[in-house]
């Protein structure tokens, strides 16, 4: 079965660290896709990247950047000089087996303080 | 601009009220999904529906219900509303390509029930 483990629940830093947050999915399909989102407090899921299985190429969009590894089973997304408004919390998910739903890990709450 | 709004970002209701939760998308998207968000329990599926008048009920579906009369709107319903159904409800949507087709979601409805 499909499941997205999101190891840290919590993560705290002082802005301009660069910070990770872990992801680790399992699955058993050939072809899946990956997906970030962002819930800052106001409480919507802003979608952030969505990556393929056949596409290993690290993805990097500003200060946000993505490295995944089969290998590993890992989509990690790395924020560097973080700032205040990135924090939120991040949730990494992974496309059921049916290929219906999105199934979420518990996700990381980021706190970046000034 | 991918948008959808959801009727109401916070909702007081008490118990055994039915409760009526209204998404709309403007994406022309087949696929509607109802989900609740809870803290330590991350998010969990209610309801999807793939079509006009279709649904499929996701992991969670006791104590709610769906309607969808058009493409563009899909409601959640709470046939007689009680404190464990206090949670953030959110609604998302995508288009056809199954398991890989990124869903985008409203703001959310945070609702208590007294």
């Known amino acids: 079965a499909q499941k997205v483990t999101q190891a840290q629940t919590e993560i705290s830093v002082v802005e301009k660290e660069d910070v990770t947050l872990d992801c680790v999915y399992e699955t058993r399909d050939t072809t899946y896709y990956l997906f970030w989102y962002k819930q800052p407090p106001s409480g919507e899921l802003v979608f952030l990247i969505r990556?393929?299985?056949?596409?290993?190429q690290n993805e990097i969009s500003g200060r946000y950047s993505w490295n995944f590894q089969k290998s590993t089973s890992s989509f990690n997304f790395t924020i560097t000089a973080s700032q205040v408004v990135d924090s939120a919390v991040y949730f990494c998910?992974?496309?059921?087996?049916?290929?219906?739903?999105?199934?979420f890990g518990k996700g990381t709450t980021l706190s970046v303080s000034s | 601009d991918v948008k959808v709004t959801q009727s109401s970002r916070y909702l007081v209701k008490r118990t055994g009220e039915k409760v009526f939760l209204e998404c709309v998308q403007d994406m022309d998207h087949e696929n509607m999904f109802w989900y609740r968000q809870d803290p330590g329990l991350g998010l969990r599926l209610i309801y999807f529906s793939y079509d006009v008048k279709m649904k499929e009920k996701g992991d969670i579906p006791e104590g709610y219900s769906v309607s969808r009369e058009k493409k563009e709107r899909f409601s959640l319903i709470l046939e007689s509303a009680s404190t464990n159904q206090t949670s953030m409800y959110l609604c998302?949507?995508?288009?056809?390509?199954?398991?890989?087709?990124?869903?985008?979601f409203g703001p959310g409805t945070r609702l208590t029930v007294l």
């Open positions: 990556r393929n299985s056949f596409d290993e």
């Open positions: 998910a992974l496309y059921n087996q049916a290929g219906t739903a999105l199934i």
């Open positions: 998302a949507s995508r288009g056809n390509s199954w398991g890989s087709d990124t869903q985008y």
